[in-house]
C-alpha cells in the first residue's frame, strides 16, 4: 500500500503561481510513476501530469504544458507541481496519484492510489 499527502493548495490571483507538494509513504521501493489529476466543479476527473519512477521522463495535459512543472525528489518520498500564470480554469481540486508501472500512464482512471486532494482556488 502507498499513501498520499497532498499540500499547498490554496487561493491565488489570476496569473500567480503556487506549488503542490505530495508526500508518499507505505510501499515507495516500488517502481511507481506518480501524477497529478484534478476535479473542477462539476466535471470529471481530469490528467495533469505525470513523472516517472526516477524522473527521468514526464507527460502532461495540453492545458499544462508551458504552465506546469512536475518534479519528484526520491529521497523525500516527495513530487511537486510547479504551476505558474494560472487562470480562473484552473481552480480545481487537485489529487496526488500513484500507480506501480515504469511508464507514464496519461489516463487519470489508471492511478490505483490516491491522496485526498487540496483546493486550488484561481480568482480572476
Known amino acids: 500500500q502507498v499513501q498520499l499527502v497532498e499540500s499547498g493548495g490554496g487561493l491565488v490571483q489570476a496569473g500567480g503561481s503556487l506549488t503542490l507538494s505530495c508526500a508518499a509513504s507505505?510501499?515507495?521501493?516500488?517502481?511507481?510513476?506518480m501524477a497529478w489529476v484534478r476535479q473542477a466543479p462539476g466535471k470529471e476527473r481530469a490528467f495533469v501530469a505525470v513523472?516517472?519512477?526516477?524522473?527521468?521522463?514526464?507527460a502532461y495535459a495540453d492545458s499544462a504544458k508551458g504552465r506546469f512543472t512536475i518534479s519528484r525528489d526520491n529521497a523525500k518520498n516527495t513530487i511537486n507541481l510547479q504551476m505558474n500564470s494560472l487562470k480562473p480554469e484552473d481552480t480545481a481540486v487537485y489529487y496526488c496519484?500513484?500507480?506501480?508501472?515504469?511508464?507514464?500512464?496519461?489516463?487519470?482512471?489508471?492511478?490505483?492510489?490516491w491522496g485526498q486532494g487540496t483546493q486550488v482556488t484561481v480568482s480572476s
Open positions: 496519484a500513484a500507480l506501480r508501472a515504469t511508464s507514464l500512464p496519461t489516463r487519470w482512471y489508471q492511478y490505483e492510489y
Open positions: 513523472i516517472n519512477w526516477n524522473g527521468a521522463s514526464t
Open positions: 507505505g510501499r515507495t521501493d516500488i517502481s511507481l510513476a
